[in-house]
């Protein structure tokens, strides 16, 4: 069954795909938005809302409502043998309106789809992508409902933001190159009484790995380990109380051969993975929604260069930015002996040297890169 064609169809809603539907919705542009889970996602794998994200959702209201129900991020401490020797306070020279804020991604999730929702816009949920076709005037996507109901969903352009097993990353027959860490990474969000500063963000340098540390809101914190066990090393930071949840996962740097290809974009996951190390992840997927969105409106106005020109830009930003959080978390992982000692001795010392304390803030605020829509 054929549909009534819109201007763009996006495929997912994570916070990629809905921050893309809200900033073209505002637009005023005709857009439908899909995704194959019959329910939004509950659990969070991204916590913090960085600065260049909050710029981004300014306009939307958005970022005022992340940021009164969350919690601004004062710095981060490294730790080694259980003392701190590194600590980077968040500075205003920066020259950012709104410090990193600390809230879990299903909320920011709410929060995107409630202004959608007040833009007219509802997410079509059991909806997957089967197939899509193109041609020099639409995009038809083969959808599958949750009551098995096959529709050819047409639109003049689409955005795939389907996460690391993107169906449309696949049905472009595009190649997803890059490489794994073998480890498996252990999750908890766990109640934890300690002495550790509530406000800011926490690294534990361990002799088999590390440990990151994070308060969610109140006494329960996400903890992010590649060790053998880092509850026990919490342990020596505290009283645990209850898991709240649990999860491992592996670690991945790929970026995907393109960022678009003809009518039909990606962004997010889609196009790019890495570790959490550095909060990038669901970050940059919004600060791809709000490129993407720029140039689709002119190209919907007839500037069709317009999405070459997002191809071209986010896939040099997936690949700078991929690539130096893949180097930082090679370094920071601890499995090699001879980089464990570069990690013990270097970034320490690193940490002192005004340039380089400017980049690690930069890098976790996302701003180590201009944000650019136009070449």
């Known amino acids: 069954m054929a549909s009534p064609q819109v201007d763009v169809l996006i495929v997912g809603a994570g916070p990629t795909g809905l921050a893309a539907a809200l900033l073209l919705a505002r637009r005023g542009v005709a857009v439908r938005i899909v995704d194959g889970a019959t329910e939004p996602n509950v659990y969070s794998k ?24 969350g919690w601004a991020v004062k710095g981060a401490s490294l730790h080694e043998r259980d003392r701190e020797v ?52 639409r995009v038809t996507a083969t959808l599958r409902h949750a009551d098995g109901r096959q529709e050819q969903a047409q639109s ?25 860490l073998p480890e498996p990474w252990l999750l908890w969000d ?18 088999a790995g590390f440990i990151f540390v994070l308060r969610l809101a109140g006494a329960t914190w996400r ?25 491992q996962f592996h ?43 720029d140039c689709a409106a002119d190209a919907l106005a007839g500037d069709m260069a317009r999405l070459r020109d997002y191809a071209v830009l986010r896939h040099a930003v997936h690949r700078s930015v991929v690539r ?16 464990r000692r570069v990690r013990d001795g270097v970034i320490p010392l690193a940490g002192h040297l005004s ?8 890098t976790v605020g996302g701003l180590d890169h201009p944000l650019k829509v136009h070449p």
């Open 156 to 180: 003049r352009l689409l955005f795939g933001a389907d996460g690391a097993r993107s169906a449309t990353r696949h049905a472009l027959r595009l190649d997803f190159a890059g490489s794994n």
């Open 251 to 293: 670690i991945g740097h790929r970026v995907a051969a393109r960022a678009g290809v003809g009518r039909v974009a990606l962004g997010g996951d889609a196009a790019h993975i890495h570790s959490p190390i550095g909060a990038r992840g669901m970050n940059l997927g919004i600060e791809d929604a709000y490129v993407f969105a």
């Open 190 to 207: 766990i109640g934890m009484q300690t002495p550790l500063d509530p406000w800011r963000a926490h690294v534990l340098f361990e002799p």
């Open 324 to 339: 130096r959080i893949g180097a930082i978390t090679r370094l920071v992982h601890g499995r090699t002996p001879w980089l």
């Open 355 to 362: 340039f380089a304390r400017e980049l690690m803030l930069r």
């Open 86 to 137: 590194l600590a980077l306070d968040l500075p205003a020279a920066l020259g950012v309106r709104q410090a990193m804020t600390v809230l879990p991604q299903a909320r920011t999730e709410a929060l995107l789809a409630d202004a959608l929702q007040a833009q007219g816009v509802t997410v079509e949920r059991g909806a997957t992508l089967l197939a899509l076709a193109q041609d020099e005037s």
């Open 46 to 69: 991204a916590l913090a809302v960085n600065s260049r994200t909050l710029e981004v959702l300014q306009e939307t209201g958005v970022a005022d409502r992340i940021v009164v129900e």
């Open 223 to 247: 903890v992010i380990g590649n060790t053998a066990d880092p509850l026990a090393t919490l342990r020596r930071y505290g009283t645990l109380d209850g898991v709240a949840w649990q999860s």
